[in-house]
């Protein structure tokens, strides 16, 4: 089950991607919530107005897709989360999860560009699965942390290298404006496992960037539950989970987003993430 944001020129609605087509869900009685999500009662009514609506159904292509999560109460990442990706920094596993911020107004929709910033050169893509939080959750036990996730979505953790090793700290390179696309669709937990998906990242149509959730250092359990015991999580709060190895600035010799390029993220079950990089207009 993959729910989307869209618009056909009005206000944003919700609805569920069948392959090619979207079903509206604009006649359900209750509002769709992050924390609706985690109702399994809910998302039963959901699958009976989805077949009771099947011919509404409307194709992808005459749409505007938007991020599941337009703003965010905060994005709070998680770095050096995969092996393969410490691997190649030559860094040593953490021994908790690394956190750091990134701006809630750095979200912007599939489809929508990337904007390079004039002064900065190094503009670089991470693929990351994103967990939304479904519900209101404070020093939570592993064991039940997955009950508090509405679900899953794709994040491009876009990155300006520059800015984050010139400054010693990442928030200013990870939160200039657009520099978080994040969907297409946003599928509910118990519907995929989030610690075994295959992800990737292209650019160009290169595959940059391949690898699955396997190689987390820290799982999705014990992410929720770590960030949980430091601050509350509430519902439309969103976790990204980490990039895999490949990244750009690590290659030999670096290879960097430039105007012009158009960025694929990609996660098993969740869908393809699209945009193109465009230089900032003066």
């Known amino acids: 089950m993959q729910f989307v944001r869209y618009t056909t020129g009005n206000s944003p609605v919700w609805g569920i991607r069948q392959d090619e087509e979207i079903v509206p869900l604009a006649g ?10 985690t109702d399994t009662g809910f998302l039963r009514v959901v699958e009976d107005a989805v077949d009771a609506t099947a011919a509404q159904a409307l194709p992808v292509s005459q749409v505007n897709l938007l991020a599941p999560v337009p703003r965010p109460g ?3 990442c998680v770095g050096l989360n995969y092996h393969d990706h410490a691997e190649e920094q030559d860094e040593d596993v953490p021994e908790r999860p690394l956190l750091f911020g990134k701006s809630e107004t750095a979200v912007t929709n599939p489809g929508d560009p990337i904007i390079h910033p004039a002064e900065l050169d190094e503009v670089d893509f991470e693929v990351e699965l994103g967990v939304v939080i479904g519900r209101t959750a404070k020093d939570i036990p592993i064991d039940d942390a997955r009950d508090y996730v509405a679900g899953y979505t794709g994040i491009n953790d876009v990155s300006e290298r520059d800015a984050q090793f010139d400054d010693g700290q990442f928030f200013r390179g990870k939160s200039y404006d657009t520099f978080a ?18 992800v990737a990242c292209r650019v160009n149509g290169e595959t940059m960037q391949s690898s699955n959730t396997e190689e987390f250092i ?8 770590y960030i949980s015991g430091i601050t509350t999580l509430r519902p439309g709060d969103v976790i990204s989970t980490g990039t895999p190895g490949g990244v750009g600035i690590f290659r030999d010799p670096p290879e960097l987003l430039k105007p012009g390029d158009s960025v694929d993220v990609e996660i098993e079950g969740i869908g393809t993430l699209t945009n193109p990089v465009v230089a900032e207009k003066n």
């Open 28 to 37: 359900l009685r209750e509002e769709i919530t992050y924390q609706q999500l």
């Open 74 to 76: 905060k994005i709070i």
């Open 181 to 198: 696309p994040m969907g297409p669709t946003l599928v509910p937990d118990g519907r995929l496992d989030p610690d075994n998906l295959d």
């Open 218 to 225: 820290f799982g999705v359990e014990e992410v929720v539950s």
